[in-house]
């Protein structure tokens, strides 16, 4: 049984930082390919950014890139997003989620497993 759990959301001033970990448990939870989506109130899941299961490979989206750094941890199943520069428009719930094997990274359909999420507010 997959499991994904988010934590390390808050309250953030403009500019401040903040770094989100996933937890993921399962039999091969070290082999999983994960993302990062958000949604604010009223919207869809937005891609955030990926990785593949042994960290060679990093995807993000282009409001995020220079911003945020995804990375994993030494055990593998524990995948860390580290949010700088935040901004307002970053407000929003973040899901780890966990990617389907030739899926697009970016598309939130592709992703067959996610977490309960973790808020995060950004204030102006």
């Known amino acids: 049984q997959v499991q994904l759990v988010e934590s390390g959301g808050g309250l953030v001033q403009a500019g401040g930082s903040l770094r989100l970990s996933c937890a993921a448990s399962g039999r091969t939870s070290s082999n999983y390919d994960l993302g990062w989506f958000r949604q604010a109130p009223g919207k869809e899941h937005e891609f955030v950014a990926a990785i593949d299961w042994n960290g060679s490979n990093t995807y993000y989206a282009d409001d995020v890139k220079g911003r945020f750094t995804i990375s994993r941890g030494n055990a593998k199943n524990t995948v860390y997003l580290q949010m700088n520069s935040l901004k307002p428009e970053d407000t929003a719930v973040y899901y780890c989620?966990?990617?389907?094997?030739?899926?697009?990274?970016?598309?939130?359909?592709?992703?067959?497993?996610w977490g309960q999420g973790t808020q995060v507010t950004v204030s102006s």
């Open positions: 989620a966990r990617h389907i094997f030739g899926g697009n990274w970016n598309e939130a359909r592709d992703y067959n497993y």
